[in-house]
């Protein structure tokens, strides 16, 4: 993925960590800061641009809030090539990969414009200000956030009196499903894969507890929780299956959870941003630890058009 050394591009990166028993531990995001009414940076429709890729599950959760609120002319977008290079996230110069803001070729450069010179990892998304021409912040889930709240004055996918239960099963899903599948997938030892591939699917049988009772996981309608779980279910069948070895079961095995996440699909503007096709090959991509060869699959075909039973709405929720 390459890292950042004072404002420098390294392109050999030491790579996710793992703990002494082999577990996988994500690197932390360090660029936090925050759009609100009365800073530095306020949300203003057009001041800002957000860096991603159609591969990645975290940039994914940036662009559904995106589409589902409608900000597409508030917020612009770059969209990376779906194959990383030696450089990292990379640009075409012209066309659907082509950097439109910056006329960056890589998203390292995005990251070399940061003052005070920035070190750490080269991730997306990252939600860039065109008035400071500076990095707001690389954490998708702050992102998110700033979306539901500073942008929609409505609130209708984080209401306060919400935000508590939207916050934990936030927290669960992070760690237990969005980050499972790569505990499993990057898991270096037995002890570590078992326990990571148990705290996976006890979740998902909870979640198919819930939603055979409930539309959606709050207050019966839509949510920034749903839309942070939905990322990794578009991935489910087509890559972690497989290529993570998250392989008990499939999301099409789960009446409920697969219903819900077809009708999340239903959503308007949420189709445009699943790419199955892309997924499969950048999971399948060569790997030592997980594909050395790289020979991408034929299967499985997913019709995530059928429709679901259940209706979501997007609205405050009860």
């Not at 450089?87 to 075409?92: A, K, P, S, T, Y």
């Not at 003052?115 to 500076?134: A, H, N, S």
């Not at 078992?194 to 507890?209: G, P, R, S």
């Not at 999971?283 to 699959?297: D, Q, T």
Request: aromatic fraction near 10%; charged fraction near 25%.
């Amino acid at each position: 993925m390459g890292v950042m050394i004072e404002g420098r591009y390294e392109a050999e990166d030491p790579g996710p960590g793992t703990t002494r028993n082999g577990a996988y531990e994500r690197a932390r995001s360090t660029l936090r800061d925050w759009i609100t009414t009365d800073g530095p940076f306020t949300p203003d429709a057009g001041r800002y641009h957000l860096f991603v890729a159609w591969n990645c599950p975290w940039a994914h959760r940036t662009l559904l809030m995106r589409a589902v609120l409608g900000l597409q002319d508030a917020v612009s977008i770059s969209i990376a090539k779906p194959r990383r290079t030696d450089q990292g996230w990379v640009f075409d110069s012209e066309g659907e990969y082509a950097d439109t803001e910056l006329d960056a070729q890589a998203v390292h450069q995005v990251y070399a414009r940061q003052r005070p010179t920035y070190t750490g990892r080269i991730t997306v998304p990252v939600l860039w200000d065109k008035d400071t021409q500076q990095i707001v912040s690389n954490e998708s889930a702050d992102i998110v956030r700033m979306l539901a709240t500073t942008f929609d004055t409505n609130r209708q996918l984080c209401p306060p009196q919400h935000v508590a239960e939207i916050d934990r099963w936030n927290t669960l899903i992070h760690a237990k499903i969005n980050n499972g599948v790569y505990r499993a997938g990057f898991a270096r030892t037995q002890e570590a894969y078992d326990i990571a591939v148990t705290d996976l699917f006890n979740t998902l049988d909870d979640l198919e507890q819930h939603l055979s009772a409930h539309p959606t996981l709050v207050g019966n309608k839509l949510t920034e929780a749903d839309l942070r779980l939905f990322p990794t279910l578009t991935r489910f069948d087509v890559a972690y299956h497989y290529a993570f070895k998250c392989n008990l079961a499939k999301l099409s095995d789960y009446p409920a959870l697969w219903d819900y996440a077809r009708a999340l699909y239903a959503l308007p503007g949420v189709a445009e941003t699943v790419k199955p096709d892309i997924y499969k090959a950048g999971y399948f991509s060569p790997s030592e630890l997980r594909n050395p060869l790289g020979i991408v699959p034929a299967g499985p075909k997913v019709d995530w058009s059928e429709p679901a039973i259940r209706k979501i709405t997007l609205g405050r929720p009860t």
